[in-house]
């Protein structure tokens, strides 16, 4: 099991960087909020900063490893990720939304990776009926502290793809 940690200013409008550690203390990787431009980010203003969502993860030389961003379409709500390196593309969308209990999933070729999001507790990734890897944020002076484990049998160890899926998904949400 792999840990990863990282502390986030309360406001989710925050465009700071803020760094990811690992379980050895180790800086591995850079989560950053960004604007297109100035347009979106003043607009976004209106929209509680959750229409224009799109965070970047970096490596510690600053080099792209991610991107994700929310899209909004005639009605329909979902999230694209990319792999900078590989260019594996990643859809995170609600399915069963209009039942009433939406469920989000995360799918890439023949991986279809389940998310159980949790306000409170663990946020649980599920594949094949096994939890590959939690993530969970705690508020404590004025900060959310983070806290990111994968499991060595996750058909995705990339922390770049997991950290980008979950302030997207999970810390800001739709």
């Known amino acids: 099991m792999h840990t990863y940690q990282y502390i986030h200013p309360k406001e989710i409008e ?16 850079i989560s950053k909020r960004v604007y297109d431009n100035i347009l979106k980010k003043k607009m976004d203003i209106m929209f ?28 329909r709500l979902w999230f694209e990720g990319q792999d900078a390196k590989s260019n594996t593309k990643y859809i995170i969308s609600y399915e069963n939304w209009r039942l009433g209990v939406p469920e989000l999933y995360i799918t890439e ?6 998310l159980n ?16 890897a939690q ?11 983070m ?5 060595e049998k996750s058909p995705i160890q990339n922390v770049a ?4 899926i979950c302030q997207a998904t999970l810390f800001v949400g739709a």
């Open 14 to 29: 925050s465009t700071e960087e803020v760094a990811i550690t690992n379980e050895a203390g180790e800086f591995v990787a």
């Open 48 to 75: 509680d900063f959750r229409y224009f969502l799109k965070y970047n993860i970096y490596n510690p030389t600053g080099d792209l490893l991610f991107t994700v961003k929310k899209i909004s379409r005639r009605g």
């Open 109 to 114: 070729g023949n991986i279809k990776i389940q």
């Open 117 to 132: 999001k949790e306000m409170e507790d663990w946020s649980q990734f599920l594949f094949n009926n096994e939890v590959i």
């Open 135 to 145: 993530w969970k944020a705690d508020y404590i002076n004025d900060q959310f502290h």
């Open 147 to 151: 806290t990111l484990t994968i499991n």
């Open 161 to 164: 793809v997991f950290v980008g």
